[in-house]
């Protein structure tokens, strides 16, 4: 499948680099620090596979960048994602190794597993694309200290197309499993660039 490259470029997001412009963090991340740090979700959803994938125990040791958004979205989702593969595909194997990248969706109804496995994977082969009930979804979300995505339900009864509202934040865990900086809708490449690898070789300082 076509990688989603190509959309960064039209949207003028393509600089990448060790060095940013943007203010630091009292850590030194260009993200935002989370103000109640967070462990990852104590939640099972269902992987491309249809195995169980335990959010915590599935990534342990590893910086997780959890994003719940949906294939349909027409610009948050594609955008962040490609952003992060860009990025990923510049980062020595080893840093690559130690991030996984999870795509929760918001839209099970509509995001049926093979086609969502087919077009997150499109961004980057290493991600991960995860579905589960409503309610599990919606736990999940509310374990992240997100809000609840809505979906426009008057379309949605009217058999229309439908847009779901849902938070637009990647949260990125360091390898301890505790969600500690927010990156928001505009995060640029280079600003990935500065932050990942300073996520893996965060420790926390008692």
Do not use: S
């Given at each position: 499948m076509t990688r989603w490259l190509p959309l960064v470029l039209l949207v003028g997001l393509m600089a990448c680099g060790e060095q940013t412009d943007r203010p630091l963090s009292p850590s030194g991340f260009v993200?935002?620090?989370?103000l109640t740090p967070r462990p990852l979700p104590d939640i099972t959803l269902t992987d491309h596979l249809g195995a169980p994938f335990h959010l915590a125990d599935a990534t342990r040791g590893k910086v997780t960048l959890l994003f719940f958004g949906y294939m349909?979205?027409?610009?948050?989702?594609?955008?962040?994602?490609?952003?992060?593969?860009?990025?990923?595909?510049?980062?020595?194997?080893?840093?690559?190794?130690?991030?996984?990248?999870?795509?929760?969706?918001?839209d099970p109804a509509r995001d049926t597993?093979?086609?969502?496995?087919?077009?997150?994977t499109g961004f980057h082969p290493s991600f991960i694309a995860l579905t589960g009930s409503d309610s599990l979804i919606q736990a999940a979300q509310v374990a992240s200290?997100?809000?609840?995505a809505q979906r426009d339900t008057v379309a949605a009864n009217a058999g229309a197309a439908y847009l779901v509202g849902h938070a637009a934040s990647v949260i990125a865990h360091t390898r301890d499993g505790i969600g500690r900086v927010?990156?928001?809708?505009?995060?640029?490449?280079?600003?990935?660039?500065?932050?990942?690898?300073?996520?893996?070789?965060?420790?926390?300082?008692p």
């Open positions: 993200g935002a620090e989370v349909h979205c027409p610009d948050i989702c594609p955008v962040h994602l490609a952003n992060i593969a860009a990025v990923l595909d510049k980062l020595p194997d080893e840093e690559q190794r130690q991030i996984a990248v999870i795509f929760v969706t918001v597993m093979p086609d969502l496995y087919r077009w997150v200290g997100l809000l609840v927010q990156y928001p809708f505009g995060t640029r490449q280079r600003d990935w660039a500065h932050d990942l690898p300073r996520l893996i070789a965060f420790e926390e300082t």
